[in-house]
């Protein structure tokens, strides 16, 4: 079966992508930018690449043939707190012409559950949509889930940062609305178990797990399930703007992500049936099944995707293709230069930087100006990063975004996402005479971005210089 996989660097994509070609299809995938795609060579070797925005007018160049189903798993819900329901009706009249022109038997699309009449922002936008892909030339079925439970998705990672860092929590009202939380290996089976079947055509089927409970006990029972105390008291004054707040600071969702969730947290999100569950024969696991088997690919680090790591958990709203010339005219830099001994030790150690190692000097420097970014509406360092020891293109690294990381040609370059008076670069680099090349490129916006830079430079004294020669004397990660 020939499918077109749109959104396949997002949270579900990736994690739809594997199981669709070890059932032997063939799958192109739709991404704005492909250097962020993050694939390993053999997967990139079975698989067709189609680079298109579907915000931008429709060019119908080298478009893909016929094809059998398309999978629509686009949202802009964390890429703007205004106008992200118009981004979404853009992308999928958008959508609609490029299928019109391809040729599609099916369009599978991944929405919310519709339960009340006057819905939040966040889920009358994914209602417009399916009634725009019920427009389109192709026969459209709609899974309708709520709460997605696996490692890394956005959900997930809110309550894990709630729970762990939080022993005593006073929380707003929403947290006493109930919801049916799905885990992603059961959304996977629905996603594939409607391909071509005739009567899951212009459908749209609620997708849920077998528990419907409150989202106070979802963190009770997490807290149950990884053997840590947790008190949670409601508070009946919490507003929705200082419930945001609240998730901004405390979780590492984005500002933007934190109010479109919690406007959407007041909403019941409960399957009316589960009609598709008896159809497709489909057993789903519980919530507290749905967390021990996320923890099993957390602890051993086969976590395949993380919402952190789309564009949208930042600021950077481009191509990464933009930015992976570093520029050179009008811009300030800290190079920093060593010989080094064992090549392959500095590279693991270079791709292990951040996250729970931190940046090799200094680090409470780095968590200091981590936490002046997030008080000043930054992403701060909170994202942390996917892997403990790989990156790819287009991994988030705390208030980094990784633009380039080849070891073949022993490279790893960053793009700055925390909020700067310019634009900022750090880059490592080994050249072909064993040399350790660190860079630390920042283009000023106007005065305060050179009084930003000049002020900070004592701290690169010792920040980059100390961090450059712990890398080459620390002993890699296991």
Request: charged letters at 20%.
């Amino acid at each position: 079966m020939k499918i077109l996989l749109t959104g396949a660097n997002g949270y579900v994509g990736r994690r739809l992508l594997p199981e669709l070609l070890s059932q032997g299809h063939e799958v192109i995938c739709c991404v704005r930018d492909k250097n962020r795609l993050g694939l390993d060579k053999v997967t990139l070797e079975s698989i067709t690449v189609w680079e298109v925005n579907f915000l931008e007018n429709p060019n119908f160049e080298n478009l893909p043939a016929s094809v059998d189903v398309a999978y629509y798993l686009i949202h802009s819900m964390s890429s703007s707190i205004t106008d992200f329901d118009t981004m979404e009706a853009i992308a999928a009249k958008n959508f609609n012409l490029y299928m019109s022109k391809i040729g599609v038997q099916q369009v599978v699309y991944l929405s919310g559950i519709v339960n009340e009449a006057h819905l939040s922002k966040h889920l009358q936008s994914r209602k417009d949509v399916e009634d725009i892909l019920y427009q389109g030339k192709f026969k459209t079925t709609v899974l309708r889930a709520g709460i997605i439970v696996g490692s890394g998705s956005s959900s997930f990672e809110i309550i894990r940062d709630l729970c762990e860092k939080l022993p005593i929590m006073f929380t707003p009202r929403w947290v006493l609305t109930k919801c049916q939380p799905i885990a992603i290996r059961d959304v996977i089976q629905y996603l594939i178990g409607v391909l071509l079947r005739e009567d899951c055509y212009n459908q749209s089927f609620d997708i849920g797990g077998p528990n419907i409970i409150t989202y106070k006990e979802m963190m009770l029972l997490y807290a149950k399930t990884r053997k840590i105390k947790l008190w949670i008291y409601v508070l009946p004054i919490m507003t929705p703007k200082l419930s945001s707040y609240w998730l901004y600071f405390v979780t590492s969702t984005s500002y933007k992500l934190a109010i479109n969730l919690v406007n959407s947290m007041k909403m019941e999100v409960v399957c009316k049936d589960n009609k598709l569950q008896k159809l497709l024969k489909i057993k789903p696991i519980t919530y507290v099944d749905a967390i021990k088997l996320a923890f099993i690919k957390i602890e051993q680090n086969l976590v395949i995707s993380s919402w952190k790591d789309s564009l949208i958990s930042g600021r950077f709203g481009h191509n990464l293709s933009e930015f992976i010339q570093v520029p050179t005219f009008g811009c300030l830099k800290d190079v920093q230069s060593r010989k080094v001994v064992n090549v392959e030790q500095a590279l693991d150690n270079i791709w292990c930087i951040g996250g729970e190692r931190g940046w090799y000097y200094g680090n409470w420097m780095w968590k200091l100006r981590g936490f002046m970014d997030k008080m000043v509406g930054g992403v701060g360092t909170r994202r942390g990063r996917t892997h403990p020891t790989h990156l790819d293109n287009g991994d988030a690294l705390d208030f980094w975004r990784v633009l380039l990381a080849n070891k073949e040609e022993k490279r790893l370059l960053l793009f700055a996402e925390m909020k700067l008076p310019g634009e900022a670069w750090l880059e490592f680099r080994i050249d072909d005479d064993n040399i350790l090349h660190q860079t630390a490129t920042f283009r000023p916006k106007g005065i305060f971005g050179r009084l930003y830079w000049y002020s900070l430079v004592p701290f690169h004294f010792f920040i980059f210089g100390g961090m450059i020669d712990t890398i080459l004397k620390s002993e890699p990660l296991k």
